[in-house]
């Protein structure tokens, strides 16, 4: 079945600190991978997309991210975490090639002083 | 900067009793959407609309579920007869396109509880 794992439910960083969060797709041909944030009392917002070409990303504030084919994985990074980027964050992908997403559980991101 | 709006942003109902979820698209969107979001699971795909039908839906999106564009501006979710597993947050969507090249815009959410 189709489907998206984000293994980590909370994770702590400290502010300044690097940021990986992890996902995993099940098996698919050409999928089409996203990365939304949400923060408390807003909705999803669109970090960055993986639809073809180079692997590595760049999105919106700061973030980046990563295809391994061989690891069926899209991880989400960022060099050094601002408090402001505490939220939830959403692996999502689409197999169909239309706006019809499979998202993962989610991982809320908590950010220490 | 346009975004997609729903009310109310928490709703509290009685099991069995009818629920509406409202929404208002970004305005020249053409595609809307529904997910739910059970508490600790995946956020789930419900249904896809375009020119006033259903292009897509989920097995979960059965005969309990309707959506209606009512007016050309909201786009509501309507859940006949509630039931405790309904409890969720409901994301709405909007999109100028169906294909990957246009983005899709998600409202800050509604969380139904059933009681």
């Known amino acids: 079945a189709q489907s998206v794992t984000q293994p980590d439910i909370h994770i702590t960083v400290s502010e300044g600190a690097s940021l990986e969060l992890r996902c995993n797709y099940s098996y698919g041909a050409t999928p089409y991978l996203f990365w939304y944030v949400q923060s408390p009392g807003q909705g999803l917002q669109l970090l960055l997309k993986?639809?073809?070409?180079?692997?590595l990303v760049q999105g919106i504030k700061g973030f980046e991210a990563e295809f391994k084919r061989s690891q069926s994985s899209f991880n989400l990074r960022k060099p050094s975490v601002h408090w402001s980027d505490a939220a939830e964050y959403f692996c999502?992908?689409?197999?169909?090639?239309?706006?019809?997403?499979?998202f993962g559980t989610g991982t809320r991101l908590l950010v220490s002083p | 900067e346009p975004e997609v709006t729903q009310t109310p942003s928490h709703q509290v109902t009685q099991m069995g009793q009818e629920v509406i979820l409202r929404c208002v698209p970004i305005s020249n969107h053409l595609y809307f959407y529904w997910y739910r979001q059970i508490l600790g699971q995946k956020v789930e795909f419900l249904v896809s609309?375009?020119?006033?039908?259903?292009?897509?839906k989920s097995e979960i999106f059965d005969d309990q579920f309707s959506v209606e564009r009512p007016d050309g501006s909201n786009f509501t979710l309507k859940i006949r007869s509630t039931k405790l597993e309904d409890s969720a947050m409901y994301f709405c969507?909007?999109?100028?396109?169906?294909?990957?090249?246009?983005?899709?815009?998600f409202g800050q959410g509604t969380r139904l509880t059933v009681v």
């Open positions: 609309f375009y020119n006033n039908e259903i292009s897509e």
């Open positions: 999502a992908v689409s197999y169909t090639g239309f706006q019809k997403l499979v």
């Open positions: 969507a909007s999109s100028e396109g169906r294909g990957l090249d246009t983005e899709a815009f």
């Open positions: 993986y639809f073809s070409g180079d692997t």
